[in-house]
């Protein structure tokens, strides 16, 4: 299977279009009224131009490509303390705007080949991949531990690997491994069981998806198991009649939307088969009337977009052949793929929920300070900038806070304990199961 | 064994500062060593951010007692090339000294410290409807360094230059030692005024961060009328557009009264340069007139059509035009993204941006303008021209935005000839660069009069004995 993973050899004539202009380090909309906030957790954090957004990265690049900057440990530090949210990504206006967040991962890729990448506590995460297929050094037998309470319940979940069925629920390893957000995958099951729908899943046999190998730079590692799960994904559309991949993991999706389409089997695979984030899913059939509300829910939340459910997922709409501007030009963009509203009209319609919005939200929604690996390599700073998160989240007014990812779902938490607040991160599947009951 | 002085130095740095806000990683240099500009690339010796004022005082007497240059920093995106150190030493970061120390809704000023940008005084400006004159710049960039360094902005055709809004400062001297200019010397809590006092903010403004740091400064602001009217019209020829202007101009009825060449209508310019289109006008013009209400409104447009007949009974080519609706939008809705992220300048032309950006008078605009005209297309570059009258008065902004490719030395070579020989033109015609690199500093000072330039150098002298403020940038 080949792949279309850029070099930063090959991203350098790209590179070239920042101006340095620095307009990515800050969010800000005319309005009116006008809206200005932080954007990069690293930037805020650490605050040397380097740091910084887009801008800093970017000089970073363009040093180790000028052959000005060799690898040192502090260079690396530097380029792994990053997110890769890609709020910078959404300020910037020209040509390589498209590709910011493939040049900082063009970097990290470059280390990991020169043997430098990526920093120790990740390398961590490189090894479970090989050792576990999973970046938590979870045994397979583990990953089935969230599925205890369904077979004490006597509701066993398929197993797809015996039993077709239209949809795979693509657990993800975090839901799986990370004990505080098994929350998620327990309630998106039951809430699925509560729906009827005819799902299974791959239990000891699902291995990671690849996304925290290629957001730190491990390309091989990703594609080995990004190859191995298009296998799958094609065995069970062939053999076991799946056409529709759900995930409740904002990695998950990301990667399976974003990076597996780099393959160039990936047309010829995924054909027939839709892969959809859970909320989407729920929120189809809540639109078709076919998920009604049985209680209410009293309470006062706010709504955190992640960054690979939201703009992670925009499409950029880029000049190939100079027919529209010029050759590499940026044209414009297309976010109907970013799910902004949809867990919004799913979420404010909980009989009883008051819905508060905080300041940065959507398209420059403040990042957890969990992606990009660096809850694996830099865990205290990344629930510092969660806290953050959650003292906006605060600000509103809201008791809780809601999002829907399991990473977001994990370090938010952090944040939020690490400040003493009563405020706690929920997943949307979390509530929604807390309001739809069995059927009679 | 005795530790280097660059050691030693950066240990001393990091006593004042801290351990995370001091550096001397050549990664973290080399993010300061360019910027938009065709200006050659140079690194710090040094990165520091101070937070406080006290830190700022002891860096600078640390720098002073060594020897050491300063460059003053907040963010980096003017592009004369103002931060990059022409000799080494410590960059000074300012971005976290960026508090918005007091909005004074009833007097109508703000106290801001240098980190402060656009975006973050819109946000907190509105709040009390109130505005500033914001750049068609970065929303990143720093409202006081803007100030500083002569901007101008949307309010220029009303109040002037952003310098002339400053109503008091506290700079840190080279030597340390803290000073006040404006009211804020009197009394502690009072930054409402410059005057009546000897002018002794000149001391800073327009140095180029040469003269001190300046830690904090009071801004005059003003309240957002609610109804916009934006006058457009066109010419085939800057003699035109520069009658209409001057013409409009006496009404003293626009914030902002600009005039821009075809190319500069472009979003982005083109890059290399092309002919407009035939039968296209050559010269665009926005006037931007506020009014509190309709009939006031009604009464700006009377005045507007009176001009615009006046002039089309002159017989030019005056006529109303629809302004480009992204230009328009990038110029009139600020501060912008737009504009603050080079997509109407660049975007063609990849990397680099720079100017020869001047106060001309207007009755020099066009024969300047058509000698820039030559030399840029004859460098291959589009004349991007703009023209903006100050204040009413009949001089102003005459600046060409010349983008360029900058992964290219060679093409980054051309556009830094063809702008140098455009600012030649400009310096020999009566105008002043302002913001300039110090290409333009040395053609300066081949013209200046030897009492101006002893003058400068006597001052400088005296504020900066050991010439450690962004050394260089005065070309002596």
Redesign the interface.
């Known amino acids: 299977m080949e792949w279309n993973i850029t070099t930063l050899e090959e991203l350098e004539d790209i590179l070239w279009r920042c101006t340095a202009c620095g307009n990515c380090k800050a969010a800000y909309n005319y309005g009116p009224p006008p809206e200005f906030g932080e954007i990069c957790p690293a930037g805020a954090e650490f605050g040397f131009e380097g740091f910084m957004a887009s801008k800093g990265k970017i000089a970073f690049a363009r040093g180790i490509l000028d052959g000005q900057l060799e690898w040192t440990d502090e260079l690396l530090d530097a380029i792994y303390k990053c997110t890769v949210c890609a709020g910078c990504q959404n300020q910037c206006e020209l040509d390589h705007k498209p590709f910011i967040p493939e040049i900082i991962e063009a970097m990290r890729r470059k280390s990991v080949k020169d043997g430098v990448g990526p920093m120790p506590t990740q390398k961590k995460i490189a090894q479970s991949m090989r050792s576990y297929n999973n970046p938590y050094q979870g045994p397979r037998r583990v990953r089935m531990d969230w599925t205890r309470p369904f077979k004490k319940a006597k509701k066993p979940i398929k197993d797809i690997n015996k039993e077709p069925a239209d949809i795979l629920y693509y657990v993800g390893c975090t839901g799986a491994f990370n004990l505080p957000a098994r929350g998620v995958p327990v309630a998106t099951a039951s809430l699925f069981q509560k729906l009827g729908l005819d799902f299974g899943i791959l239990g000891e046999d699902e291995i990671c998806c690849g996304s925290t190998a290629m957001r730190i730079g491990d390309a091989d590692e990703f594609k080995r198991v990004a190859e191995s799960n298009l296998e799958t994904f094609k065995r069970l559309h062939e053999e076991r009649g799946v056409n529709t991949i759900v995930t409740s993991c904002a990695g998950c999706y990301r990667a399976i939307k974003k990076d597996y389409v780099l393959s160039s089997e990936y047309d010829k695979i995924m054909g027939g088969i839709t892969v959809i984030h859970t909320v989407e899913l729920l929120n189809n059939l809540f639109k078709e009337g076919k998920l009604k509300f049985t209680g209410e829910l009293p309470w006062k939340v706010t709504y955190h977009d992640p960054c690979h459910t939201g703009r992670h997922l925009t499409k950029f709409v880029i000049d190939k052949d100079g027919s529209q501007l010029w050759k590499g030009a940026y044209v414009g963009l297309n976010e109907e793929d970013c799910l902004y509203d949809v867990p919004r009209e799913i979420l404010q319609a909980i009989p009883g929920i008051e819905f508060t919005e905080m300041e940065r939200i959507r398209d420059n929604s403040y990042c957890c300070g969990g992606g990009g690996g660096v809850m694996t390599g830099y865990g205290d700073w990344a629930a510092k900038n969660a806290s953050k998160r959650i003292e906006e989240g605060m600000k509103t007014g809201a008791e809780h806070m809601v999002s829907i990812c399991p990473f977001c779902h994990y370090n938010l938490n952090e944040g939020s304990r690490r400040i003493g607040s009563e405020m706690k991160l929920y997943d949307l599947v979390e509530l929604l199961d807390q309001v739809i009951a069995e059927p009679k | 064994m005795l530790a280097k002085r660059e050691d030693m130095i950066l240990d001393e740095l990091v006593s004042i500062v801290g351990k ?2 001091a ?1 001397a ?4 240099r ?3 060593s ?3 500009s065709f200006v050659t690339p140079k690194l710090p010796d040094y ?1 520091v ?1 101070a937070t406080t004022v006290e830190q700022v005082q002891n860096i600078l007497k640390l720098a002073n007692r060594d020897k050491i240059p300063v460059v003053p920093y907040t ?3 003017n592009i004369g090339g103002l931060c990059i150190p022409e000799q080494g030493g410590i960059l000074l ?1 300012l ?2 000294m960026n508090k918005i120390i007091r909005i004074d809704a009833e007097s109508h000023y703000a106290i801001i410290e240098p980190g402060v ?1 656009h ?2 005084l ?2 907190e400006l ?2 009390h409807n109130l505005r500033w004159s914001w750049p068609v710049g ?4 720093s409202v006081s360094s803007n100030a500083l360094c002569h901007g101008i902005g949307g309010l220029s055709g009303r109040y002037g230059l952003n310098s002339e809004e400053i109503t008091s400062m506290e700079v840190v001297l080279p030597t340390g030692e803290l000073v006040r200019v404006g009211s804020c010397a009197i009394r502690e809590d009072s930054w409402h005024s410059v005057l009546p006092m000897p002018q002794l903010d000149g001391l800073f403004k327009g140095w180029l961060g040469t003269s001190g740091v300046v830690t904090k400064m009071g801004v005059r602001v003003h309240p957002i009328p609610p109804i916009l009217k934006v006058f457009t019209v066109s010419t085939h020829n800057l003699e035109d557009m520069t009658s209409y202007m001057v013409n409009l101009g006496n009404y003293e009825i626009c914030d902002d009264l600009t005039g821009v060449s075809w190319w500069l209508s472009q979003v982005p310019i083109p890059y290399p340069y092309r002919p407009k289109p035939d039968g296209a006008p050559e010269w665009y013009c926005f006037g931007a007139t506020y009014s509190w209400t309709k009939k006031e409104k009604e009464a700006r447009e009377e005045i507007w059509q009176n001009v615009l007949d006046e002039e089309k009974k002159k017989g030019t080519s005056i006529q109303y035009a629809d302004y480009p609706e992204e230009a328009l939008k990038a110029r009139t ?6 504009v ?4 109407n300048y ?3 032309a ?4 720079s100017w020869p950006g001047t106060f001309t008078p207007a009755n020099k605009w066009a024969p300047v303008y058509n000698k820039w005209k030559e030399i840029l297309i004859d460098h291959k570059l589009s004349p991007a021209t703009r023209v903006t009258n100050y204040r009413g008065v009949h001089y102003g902004m005459l600046r060409a935005m010349i983008p360029f ?3 290219s030395a060679e093409e980054t070579e051309n556009a830094r000839h063809a702008i140098v020989e455009c600012l030649k033109v400009d310096l020999d015609a009566g105008g002043i660069p302002y913001k300039p690199p110090v290409d333009f500093a040395a053609e300066i000072n081949k013209r200046a009069h030897p009492g101006y330039l002893s003058l400068l150098k006597q001052v400088k002298q005296l504020l900066d004995p050991n010439d450690i403020m962004n050394t260089g940038k005065l070309g002596f």
């Open positions: 995370d806000n550096t990683a050549k990664h973290i080399y993010a300061y360019y910027d938009l990165v951010m963010a980096g995106s970061d971005k976290r940008s975006a973050q819109a946000m509105y709040k970065p929303p990143s960039a809705q600020l501060p912008s993204r737009i603050g992220s080079t997509k660049t975007k063609m990849g990397g680099g941006i490719n900058k992964q």
